[in-house]
């Protein structure tokens, strides 16, 4: 990391000379633009300015209808964004830069845009503040490297896609060694960035690759997942290669998740962890994982936000479909961590990698807090085969059965304001719209000739 002091004597030595000034969209991407490193140290620190589209786009920027927060009758006018100085970090993939993360702001009244996702996060991070508490968490974060790049891959229309490797590399060392010249760059750009990387391995399918970041606070942890995912399209592009965090991209391979472990920590004590308790689990503990179990149906749709993002959802898959919890059990939708040690933790396994994660984790700490506010009781935990547990709470099965459940939540509603709510609502509206009008190629091939 760099003060706003070492950025400019940096600039002044010539050793930087391009400023990354970055806000986060909807969909958890980077968008912003590049300064002239003398020019942002002059005067450009303070604020600039885009398009308030950025906030009510989908996935390829198109600008549909129906949000309350812009449209082409208002006129899509400006943000300001107010950089964040404490998040100044060298990129060391790329000459001279630093990138600065912004806090979004409206353009007269220099509020926080309500539906911007740092602000979303930061509300509820606040409201942990507002009890003592500090939340701590982290992500694990799963992809997939491909043999060839972006450009490639969509010129053959997206069918031509090939993993990097033949098998399934879960924790191999032989066949991660031979995707080296893109992951050890990777581990040790992210470093220099002050991210505090623990490590990489394969995961459970030909290609896929997880990143091991460390917990942090809940902020921190959001800005590092979303810097690591850039990163790792960045650089793997420049080997020539794609990755992709995809949810589901192939019918007969497992899925990208993105776990997220959770704590909250008071007096710089894990306020989790009670050696008395059941399975060393403190009583906020219980009531926080009776929330996340309750209210998990209400969140999905941040923790899963698109129509592919339900595929990964499958039985025998270590991808949840039950929203229980078990003990150090991967096939439940909530797992204790570190039972009965004071790293005690809940991980939360439904979000896939294609999460927003200032979105996700914000909407797992309301749900905790609720739990905690209304001291629910946290049921006995699930063992065995959680697929094949019968009473168990399902994860909502699609989009608009997630959809239905966000919009009718009286305690998201609550939590984050109606504003925020009907603006991610609008959002996975469209998502189906654009669904719906598709012709994919598994009904050309189904009924082309035989319909």
Not at 125 to 141: F, Q
Request: glycine share 6%; with cysteine.
């Amino acid at each position: 990391m760099m003060t706003f002091q070492e950025l400019k004597a940096a600039v002044d030595a010539g050793t930087v000379d391009t400023v990354l000034v970055c806000m986060v969209d909807m969909q958890g991407r980077l968008m912003g633009k590049r300064f002239v490193a003398q020019h942002f140290v002059a005067t450009a620190w303070e604020e600039t300015h885009c398009c308030n589209y950025l906030l009510a786009t989908d996935l390829e920027m198109a600008t549909p209808d129906g949000y309350a927060s812009t449209s082409w009758q208002k006129g899509y006018g400006d943000y300001t964004l107010r950089p964040d100085l404490d998040t100044i970090r060298p990129l060391t993939w790329l000459n001279g830069t630093v990138m600065v993360l912004c806090d979004v702001l409206d353009h007269h009244t220099h509020e926080p845009v309500a539906h911007s996702p740092r602000a979303v996060l930061k509300r509820q991070i606040a409201r942990c503040e507002d009890r003592g508490l500090t939340p701590i968490m982290a992500t694990e974060l799963e992809f997939f490297l491909f043999e060839k790049s972006f450009a490639e891959i969509a010129r053959t229309g997206y069918r031509e896609l090939v993993p990097i490797s033949r098998f399934n590399e879960d924790y191999s060392i032989l066949q991660t060694s031979r995707e080296e010249h893109v992951m050890q760059p990777l581990r040790n750009h992210l470093w220099a960035a002050g991210i505090p990387v623990e490590n990489s391995k394969g995961e459970a399918e030909s290609g896929q690759e997880e990143l091991n970041i460390r917990y942090a606070t809940a902020l921190d942890t959001a800005d590092h997942h979303t810097i690591a995912k850039h990163a790792t399209k960045e650089i793997a592009d420049r080997h020539g290669h794609a990755a992709s965090f995809m949810a589901k991209w192939h019918p007969a391979r497992v899925g990208s998740s993105a776990h997220v472990h959770q704590s909250l920590w008071r007096n710089g004590q894990n306020a989790f962890a009670d050696p008395e308790g059941d399975f060393g689990m403190s009583r906020e503990m219980r009531h926080y994982m009776a929330g996340l179990i309750r209210f998990a149906p209400e969140i999905t749709l941040f923790l899963a936000p698109y129509v592919n993002s339900y595929k990964r959802f499958a039985k025998a898959t270590f991808a949840p479909t039950k929203t229980v919890w078990s003990v150090d059990n991967r096939t439940a939708g909530f797992r204790l961590c570190g039972a009965a040690t004071q790293a005690v933790r809940v991980e939360c396994r439904i979000p896939g990698s294609d999460m927003n994660p200032y979105l996700a984790l914000a909407a797992l700490l309301a749900a905790g807090l609720a739990g905690m506010d209304g001291e629910l009781d946290l049921a006995r935990p699930t063992t065995g085969d959680v697929y094949d547990a019968a009473q168990a709470g399902e994860i909502p099965a699609s989009l608009p059965a997630a959809l239905d459940r966000f919009r009718r939540s009286d305690m998201l509603r609550a939590a984050m304001g109606d504003e925020v709510i009907d603006h991610y609502c609008r959002a996975a509206e469209w998502e189906i719209e654009e669904f719906e009008r598709a012709v994919t190629d598994f009904e050309i091939a189904r009924g082309f000739e035989r319909a």
